[in-house]
């Protein structure tokens, strides 16, 4: 089984992807022109799904649109399981790449309209910060 964060791509592939066309392309053209390696089809792509055709001598053929259609639908997914909005009291930890509860917040900086609280996060010690509505 092939892991999810193996199937995904960046946003500088999802922009690539445009100039894919509806025509058949080889894993290898495909590749080229997104900018990943022909072994990323081979391991990962096709054993996850990837829309695809064998001719009568076996060669992969990917029609190009139903490549892009497959892989904003994959992207997609992974980011409606990992929707759950934040509690209030939860900050967005860019080094651990998580969600972490706020102690102790200080203001830092406010304008008219939003202030942000700022706490250290417990599993590695940054600092992360949270916008939040300024109360009048």
């Known amino acids: 089984m092939t892991k999810e964060k193996e199937i995904a791509l960046s946003r500088e592939h999802m922009i690539r992807m445009s100039k ?7 894993p290898l053209e495909i590749a080229n022109i997104i900018g ?11 054993p996850a799904g990837c829309p695809h055709e064998r001719d009568d001598r076996g060669r992969i053929w990917i ?7 497959w892989a904003e639908d994959v992207i997609a997914k992974k980011k409606r ?15 651990c790449n998580g969600r972490v509860k706020i102690l102790d917040p200080k203001t830092i ?3 008219r309209y939003i202030e942000m609280l700022q706490s250290d996060c417990q599993v590695c010690g940054t600092k ?4 939040k509505k300024k109360n009048d």
Do not use: Q
């Open 36 to 46: 990943v390696s022909v072994d990323r089809f081979y391991r990962t792509y096709i």
């Open 63 to 69: 029609v190009g649109t139903h490549f892009r259609s």
């Open 81 to 95: 399981k990992n929707a759950r909005p934040m509690k209030k009291d939860e900050a967005w930890c860019f080094k």
């Open 109 to 111: 900086w406010s304008n």
């Open 20 to 26: 894919l066309l509806y025509m058949k392309y080889k």
């Open 128 to 131: 992360v910060n949270r916008a």
